[in-house]
C-alpha cells in the first residue's frame, strides 16, 4: 500500500494535486479522500496484479483491498455517510441555528 501510494503521487497532476490538497486543508471534501483512498489501493491492486498475475498476486491484492476497507470505513461511519457522500442535500436539513 505505502508502494502504491508513492507510485500514484508520482503519476502528477490531479493524482498529486488531489492528495496535496487534502493534506494541506485546501479541499475539505470527505467524498475526495474516500475516492483517492481506493484510487490508491486500486492503482496497487492493478499494478500487482497485471505485472505478472498469478493466484498468490490476486490473493494480495484482495487483502489490499480488504485492509483499505478496514482503514476507510470505520472514518466514514464516524463522519456519517450521508454528510460525507450528499454534503449539498444535508445542507438543507442541517443548517446551523442563527444566534
Not at 40 to 67: D, E, N, Q
Request: hydrophobic content about 55%; charged content about 15%.
Amino acid at each position: 500500500m505505502r508502494r502504491a501510494c508513492f507510485d500514484y503521487l508520482s503519476l502528477g497532476g490531479v493524482f498529486s494535486s488531489g492528495p496535496i490538497a487534502l493534506l494541506s486543508g485546501l479541499n475539505p471534501q470527505p467524498l475526495s479522500l474516500v475516492m483517492h483512498f481506493f484510487a490508491v489501493a486500486v492503482y496497487g491492486v492493478g499494478r500487482l496484479v497485471f505485472t505478472l498475475p498469478s493466484a498468490k498476486r490476486i490473493w494480495m491484492g484482495a487483502r489490499m483491498i480488504s485492509v483499505a476497507s478496514r482503514i476507510i470505513f470505520p472514518i466514514i461511519r464516524v463522519e456519517g455517510a450521508q454528510h460525507m457522500f450528499f454534503p449539498k442535500v444535508m445542507a438543507k436539513y442541517c443548517r446551523p441555528l442563527a444566534l
